[in-house]
């Protein structure tokens, strides 16, 4: 006959139940004999981002990579550029537009992924002519793709808003994008675009350093609370150094331009990181994508980029 619940098992000392010895048996099967190793060592502690809120060692690795394979094409293959940016930019503009249609933003990908690669690759054999001539005419067909998307029965929903939305990106993203590849096809473009590319990093370097040692003064809590007025003048200081630096001994030009232009890349690049932070903020995201351990997706990485590629094309196209 079977026992009644919580009764003593017939097989065991008096006084021992069954939790008893399931308590006994799981406390056997826990404990070490001396001098051997425990087999279920402690977790090991969990990784501490920087102040800057950034995994340091990953972005270190990753940036190094980046600044290896720049450095590789420009100084070997400077044409090749033109397909490091297509690359770059193909990924940069599906990250945007994955984000905004998850925010119900109905962007028309196919034509801005299209449109994209026009403006870098017309822009070798037209210049600036074929730059704008493709971006017109993104803007036009993704403005058609836009109305016609869901077919001619019904009315587009949020026309206006998403039209907009398109054509700012195709602002953002790869016009912008297409004046590093401008500078490129210039009798000296790879040594300028290793300016832009230098006092870029150099922008972002002398500001998070200046920022995670003296930061104490928000300079836009309400877009970027880690960016701080310290930091930004970090920031200035290291793109004039830099500018001069890279002007002189690249371009052989005049030490003040490098100061214009290193002082002008401390406001662009500063001013992207807070437009590309309110973007983000609007959608409710923390990066664009996760790509890249530690900086986030490309377009995470080319924000302050991007707008500094053109002040770059238009400063030293003025005065070099």
Known sequence: MGTAAGSSDPQLPLGVTDADSAAEAA????????????????????KKASRAGRNLPAAVGVGAGLGGLVIGVLAFAPKAWLLVVAVAIAIATWEV???????????????LLVGGQAMIWLGWPYGTTGVLGAFAGTTIVSMLWRLFDRGLR???????????????????????????????LEDDGAARVFCLMIVCVA?????????????????APAISP???????????????????????????AAWWIGALLGVVLAATATASDLIESQVKRDLGIKDMGTLLPGHGGIMDRLDSILPSAFVTWLVLGAFV
């Open 27 to 46: 406390k056997a099967d826990t404990e070490v004999p001396p001098g051997r190793p425990d087999p279920t060592p402690a977790a090991e502690p969990e």
């Open 97 to 111: 537009t994955k984000r905004l249609r998850e925010a119900d933003v109905l962007v028309p990908r196919i034509p």
């Open 226 to 252: 880690k960016k701080s007025w310290e930091g930004f003048g970090g920031s200035v200081l290291a793109c004039i150094v830099a500018g001069v630096l890279t002007v002189i001994l690249l371009l052989d």
């Open 203 to 219: 922008s972002d370097v002398g500001g998070y350093a200046s920022g995670v040692l003296f930061g104490k003064h928000p300079m």
């Open 154 to 184: 019904g009315r587009p929903r949020n026309y206006l808003r998403d039209t907009a939305v398109t054509v700012f990106t195709a602002a953002w993203v790869p016009f912008l994008a297409s004046f590093a590849t401008l500078m490129v």
